[in-house]
Structure formats: structure tokens, C-alpha cells
């Protein structure tokens, strides 16, 4: 028995600029809807309705990654894991479907599992428009062995809601699917996947993939040749040495004194925006603790546009994620065990997901951000005042998420604790 899940994600951090970003609660869903923010956004009820869920999974499985690693770099992408096992909850039914949506936070008395897919369905329609100025885009695949027969029911809904294309396999000739899965994800993420799944199970009978890829230029970028030599604390007693980057202009900052950090948005051409939090020194648990989507919400809304000297480091850094292990311990335990019901999926046959594997990096410079994502499923037969500060330097651990102000979606986020180690 065995599934595939992996994410991987590339970044290179360019330019800056000043602009609040804002994780809606449910109460905000009306204000939302009086006064959309732009006009592709009229009719974007559907995918505010999931905003609250997504963020809360995003903060569950990163305090689920550091309670394991909590020295370690981290950096995932929660909307690709989100949006699989919400495909994959397609398929699912009884206590195996009911276990996935508390993971992913959905709650069924204030949200109806049509306004789930409905969510997704307009968030990708807003993620993929061809019109903005980023390059951003989303999608899903199912790549089927060709014994199995899908449902029509459950082909049709992931194809809707979705946007998934269906792709027959020979999974018999393993090296060819393979290959074509692999060169299928390549393409999709613009080559930051090669070789990415190493082989298939022999009881695989399909692969369910989604990919995020992200490309974006600082507002304001940084110039190459302020870049220096500087320390980089990672705890009290030890420092490694990094290229530090340095602007001197007006940033969208924050200083939360109850929680001892400083927040600091640099916003993309587009309608992207990285918020990066600098805790206090010993403070990096008393503010990971904090990280809620109501906590996030209130620094949006506290930023105020201020002349700082900024340094940042550039950095690239990686992580790799036994999800199947991480969700267990979130609560999802049937879809990986021979208690499965994901008979919606297919005739005839029982399935299970036996691994999933989250894969991420980033890669930061003067320049730009660039990041993909893939998260993919093998299924097989079941078997806010303050003093303006002089200086804001990231020179020891901090925080970073990227979010997408079209539809309030936390496409990546995680903790750089050592910009020098690039295997989290």
C-alpha cells in the first residue's frame, strides 16, 4: 500500500514596498462581500467561506512540524496541502471524511461541504487569472492506472471544483508512468521538480498531484551592492556568517509589545506580499504560541508606513515532511489504515493512502521570489504606538509567510533559524 505526497517550494525574495494584507475572520465575510476589493473579485463568497479554515490549518500543521523540530528551518505550503486532501475528501465518506475536514479545519455547522469545493473551485479561478502581475498559478492532476475505474460521480467533481485533469497511466510499466509523471510536474512548476518521484508502489493504482508556482519582483528591490558580510545569530552562543541585504526606505512595519516582535510586510508587484516577524531574542516560542489567524489578522491591520533601515539576509533553505506521520497526530488516522472509506473514489475497488510526503525549499535574494509546490497522493488497494526604531535586522531566527491579498490565501510560510543550512 502506498501514497505519495510531496511539496516542494522555491523562493527568491525581490523588492518591497508597503501595503496591509488581512486574513479575514467569519465576521468579516459580510464586509467582504458589501466591498470587494477588486472587480474580478464580485463574486468571491465562496472561497472568504474557506479563508478562517485554511489559515487555522496552516498554523496547526506548522506547530505540529516544530513541536518535532523546533531548531530546524521550516518552510511548507498549507495551501497545497489543503487543497489536495480537500480533492482527495471527494471520495471520502463516513468517519474517514469526517477526520479530514477536522484536520483541515472545516467545521460542518457553519460551512456546508459543497461550499468547501465551491471555496476552492473560485480560489483557483483567482490564483490562476492571467491578467495579474505575478506569475502564480495552480493546479491538480490524477494520474489513473488503467485497471481502475474511477466514479463518474467523483471524476466530474474533481474536474468541476477542481480543474483536474485526468490522465490514464500504465502503471504495469512503472518506469514509463514514472517518467511521465515526473516530466508532468516539471513542466507544471517550470523545472523546480526534476525527478521527483523515484518509483511507484506495485499496488498503486493512482496518483493525485497539485502543484503552486509562484514568481514575483519586490516592489522596491534591494541593490546587490549594499549586500555585505554579516552574523547571523541562530541561538545565543553560536552565529554563522550570511550575505546580509539592506534597504533604507518607508516599510509597512508593526511593533506587537505583548508578544516582543517586529512585523514587517514587503509586498510584490501584484498583489503578493511576504510578512516576515522578527521576535525579540528568547521570544521565538511566546510568538510561534501566538501564531493564529486572529493574531496575523490584527498585525495586518496594525502596519504603519515608517522610514527603516531593513536588513535581511539572503538565504536558501529546504524542508521534507512525512505528512502521513504529521496528520496521525492531527487526528487523521482511517485514510492511512485498512479503516479507509474511499469508496467515492472508485468501482469496485477499496483504496488507502499508505505515505505522504511534503517537500519544500526556498531561496531568497535581492531580486525576486520564485516557488513551487506539489503535493501529491498515491492511492492502492486497501491493504499595534511605539518608538520608531533606527534599525530592523533579521540577524537570528524569524518567521516568514507569503500571502496572496487576492484571495487572502497563506500560499507558503515557515521559520528561518539558519539561513546557512539549506536540508531543514
Not at 473579485?41 to 479554515?53: F, R, T, Y
Not at 465518506?93 to 479545519?105: E, I, Y
Not at 497526530?329 to 472508485?346: E, H, R, W, Y
Amino acid at each position: 500500500m502506498k501514497m505519495k505526497s510531496a511539496l516542494y517550494l522555491s523562493l527568491v525574495l525581490v523588492g518591497l514596498q508597503v501595503q496591509a494584507l488581512h486574513i479575514p475572520n467569519h465576521s468579516d465575510e459580510q464586509e467582504e462581500q458589501d466591498t470587494p476589493h477588486s472587480p474580478a473579485e464580485g463574486g468571491n463568497l465562496p472561497h472568504l467561506k474557506i479563508v478562517p479554515s485554511n489559515a487555522d490549518f496552516a498554523f496547526r500543521f506548522y506547530k505540529q512540524v516544530t513541536e518535532e523540530e523546533s531548531n530546524k528551518n521550516v518552510f511548507f505550503s498549507p495551501l497545497s496541502l489543503s487543497t489536495a486532501f480537500a480533492m482527495l475528501s471527494l471520495g471520502a465518506r463516513a468517519h474517514t471524511l469526517s477526520q479530514l475536514h477536522k484536520c483541515l479545519a472545516f467545521n460542518l455547522t457553519e460551512l456546508e461541504e459543497r461550499e468547501i469545493h465551491d471555496g476552492f473551485q473560485r480560489l483557483l479561478q483567482l490564483l490562476n487569472d492571467p491578467h495579474r502581475e505575478v506569475q502564480l498559478s495552480m493546479g491538480n492532476a490524477l494520474f489513473i492506472n488503467n485497471e481502475l475505474k474511477l466514479r463518474q460521480k467523483f471524476l466530474e467533481d474533481v474536474t468541476t471544483f477542481y480543474d483536474s485533469e485526468a490522465i490514464s497511466s500504465d502503471f504495469q510499466n512503472s518506469e514509463k508512468a514514472v517518467n511521465e509523471i515526473n516530466n508532468y510536474i516539471k513542466t507544471k512548476t517550470h523545472g523546480k521538480f526534476v525527478d521527483f518521484l523515484q518509483n511507484l508502489s506495485p499496488d498503486a493504482l493512482m496518483i493525485l498531484i497539485n502543484y503552486v508556482y509562484f514568481k514575483g519582483y519586490w516592489e522596491q528591490p534591494f541593490k546587490s551592492f549594499s549586500t555585505r558580510d554579516d552574523d547571523f545569530f541562530v541561538d545565543a552562543k553560536n552565529s554563522v556568517k550570511v550575505k546580509m541585504m539592506y534597504q533604507s526606505k518607508l516599510h509597512n512595519i508593526h511593533r506587537d509589545e505583548k508578544l516582543s516582535c517586529w512585523v514587517v510586510e514587503m509586498p510584490y508587484k501584484g498583489d503578493v506580499a511576504a510578512l516576515f516577524v522578527l521576535p525579540d531574542e528568547g521570544t521565538m516560542k511566546q510568538v510561534e504560541d501566538a501564531l493564529l489567524k486572529d493574531t496575523v489578522s490584527n498585525w495586518s491591520q496594525s502596519l504603519e508606513e515608517r522610514p527603516i533601515e531593513l536588513y535581511l539576509p539572503k538565504f536558501s533553505i529546504s524542508g521534507s515532511y512525512d505528512v502521513k506521520n504529521l496528520f496521525i497526530k492531527m487526528g487523521v488516522t482511517d485514510v492511512f489504515s485498512n479503516n479507509a472509506d474511499l469508496s467515492g473514489v472508485a468501482e469496485g475497488d477499496r483504496l488507502m493512502v499508505s505515505k505522504a510526503i511534503h517537500k519544500a525549499e526556498v531561496d531568497v535574494n535581492e531580486n525576486g521570489t520564485e516557488a513551487a509546490a506539489v503535493t501529491m497522493i498515491e492511492l492502492v488497494r486497501l491493504s499595534e504606538v511605539f518608538p520608531l526604531p533606527h534599525v530592523i535586522k533579521f540577524n537570528r531566527p524569524f518567521l516568514m509567510l507569503i500571502v496572496d491579498k487576492t484571495t487572502y490565501s497563506i500560499l507558503f510560510m515557515g521559520k528561518i533559524v539558519n539561513p546557512t543550512v539549506k536540508e531543514g
